[in-house]
């Protein structure tokens, strides 16, 4: 079990985000704003799933779990708003997000099934973003150009998607739910996932005016595709996922808990809830 503190980030959402907030980088701000396009009806999705494949637990294996669900449900809801205020900011400049109406059509074809068939999706999806979180926290550098409200921002994001990497896991073996489909989900969620994470940058930097500048594409192959890339560097434990014998501890590191210590002035416990 892991113990998840709920936290309210003390920063202001209701001033404007520069149009390349990302230090000046069009990729890299189009392809985190196409993440956070992401994460309100995805946040809202994890925090179904896993609330629903908690209460099908019968009441001997919810008690050791409570604790844990209610925190990760604090956490993705406060996750889920403050991307939201972000998400307003950005539309400002233009922006459509095409990627939350195709996760909605998507996931509506999820209504009547088996409950370990969300968990399974979350878990797959949370084992994406614990990858992404720990590029982040350990290439912290690459946000320094930012204005210090928006590398706070996905820094914390980053941290606490960290810490509660293994709850859907956990909820989706104490339900039984096979390997076979844990994986099979997998392999589903990182096709629509990367897929729909590109067409929502490329549609930003389309809408940006940037998408065929040379600096834009050095910038993509530097930060997904180059020695310390995201998705070089990522594919040997995304790869682990799919053990048999897999857990989302056995990849940890302590930057999550470091970068939470250390920056403790910029949010406050607020406790958890479901």
């Known amino acids: 079990m892991t113990e998840l503190v709920v936290r ?8 404007p985000v520069d149009r ?26 994890f925090i179904d799933s896993v609330r629903a494949g908690f209460k099908a637990l019968p009441p001997e294996q919810q008690a050791p779990l409570r604790d844990e669900v209610q925190g990760f449900v604090g956490q993705e809801a406060t996750h889920r708003r403050i ?7 950005i539309e400002k400049h233009g ?5 939350e109406p195709r996760a909605r059509r998507r996931l509506a074809r999820m209504d009547g099934a088996d409950v370990r ?44 998607e960290a810490e509660h990497k293994s709850t859907a896991f956990d909820i989706y073996r104490a ?28 549609s930003n930097l389309r809408a940006d005016g940037t998408l065929w500048r040379w600096s834009t594409w050095r910038s993509a192959a530097r930060h997904l595709l180059g020695r310390d890339g995201l998705l070089r560097t990522s594919y040997a ?12 501890t056995q990849q940890h590191s302590d930057l999550s808990e470091r970068w939470l210590e250390a920056n403790a002035q910029v949010f406050v416990r607020v406790g958890s809830s479901t």
């Open 8 to 15: 309210r980030l003390l920063i202001d959402l209701d001033q």
């Open 20 to 45: 390349h907030w990302c230090g000046g980088d069009a990729f890299l701000t189009a392809w985190f704003n196409a993440l956070s396009m992401s994460f309100p009806i995805g946040e809202q999705f």
């Open 83 to 89: 991307h939201g205020l972000f998400n307003a900011q």
């Open 95 to 99: 922006l459509t997000n095409h990627w």
């Open 117 to 160: 068939h969300g968990v399974a999706i979350t878990a797959a999806n949370e084992h994406f973003t614990a990858l992404f979180a720990e590029w982040m926290l350990a290439h912290p550098t690459l946000l320094d150009g930012c204005e210090p409200r928006l590398k706070t921002l996905w820094l914390w994001h980053s941290a606490e």
């Open 175 to 202: 339900l039984g739910g096979s390997h076979a489909w844990r994986l099979r989900w997998m392999r589903r969620v990182t096709v629509f996932f990367l897929g729909d994470a590109l067409r929502q940058t490329v």
């Open 237 to 248: 434990p995304w790869k682990r996922y799919f053990r048999r014998d897999f857990h989302p």
